[in-house]
């Protein structure tokens, strides 16, 4: 079945010390979605891919980032991760202006 | 209502009941909208959508109204099941050259009691 994959489902991390998430997508949208979810909170856009243009949302802190080697893949890298950043992300896809399709998340705890 | 917040709306029916959702938007120049159920650990579920030149749409069991005056959407879930228990937000997207960038409202914890 066409689907969004991300791996982990769930990530540990320390305080400071980089992760990386990750997505796979076997839709072959073109765009690319990471939103950040807080606990009992709706999900917050971060950034999207259209292709390989990447596109910043103007309150995103620097301290996210992200790589699209290709269609299928996309990245969310945290640099240094801060307890505020506790969350589950979710990466979606779409084709260019219809609706996104989420994956299952990966929920990120920080110690 | 505001979006950030620790204490969502709740809703709580029992099986066989009809349930109503609201949902407030905030641009009046979205023109698509979307409601998504997000089961507890799992990304939102798509159910149903709805443009802003329309003022219905149904689905299976499910029914979107919009009132683009007041900026207002609701959702019916016809004969809620156990199954339907979730938390329910509502998604718009402006026009133009936003994709399928979405604005998410604060959600709904639907409970639905046997």
């Known amino acids: 079945d066409a689907m969004v994959i991300q791996n982990p489902r769930y990530q540990v991390t320390q305080f400071g010390k980089p992760v990386t998430l990750s997505c796979s997508q076997t839709?072959?949208?073109?765009?690319m979605y990471w939103y950040q979810q807080k606990s009992s909170q709706a999900p917050k856009l971060l950034f999207h891919y259209y292709d390989k243009d990447f596109n910043n949302e103007a309150d995103t802190p620097d301290n996210f980032q992200s790589r699209r080697p290709n269609t299928s893949f996309c990245f969310l890298d945290i640099r240094s991760p801060g307890l505020g950043d506790a969350a589950m992300y979710l990466c979606?896809?779409?084709?260019?202006?219809?609706?996104?399709?989420f994956g299952p998340g990966t929920r990120l705890t920080v110690l | 209502g505001e979006s950030v917040g620790l204490h969502l709306p709740t809703l709580s029916v029992q099986e066989g009941d009809n349930s109503i959702i609201n949902c407030a938007y905030s641009n009046s120049a979205s023109d698509y909208f979307i409601w998504y159920k997000q089961e507890s650990g799992k990304g939102p579920q798509f159910i149903i959508d709805i443009r802003s030149n329309m003022d219905k749409r149904q689905g299976q069991r499910v029914t979107v109204l919009l009132n683009k005056t007041v900026k207002h959407l609701s959702l019916q879930i016809a004969a809620t099941q156990p199954g339907d228990s979730a938390v329910y937000f509502c998604a718009e997207q402006a026009g133009g050259t936003s994709y399928g960038k979405l604005t998410f409202g604060q959600g709904t914890i639907l409970t639905v009691h046997p």
């Open positions: 839709l072959n949208h073109n765009v």
């Open positions: 979606a896809t779409s084709e260019r202006v219809a609706r996104p399709f």
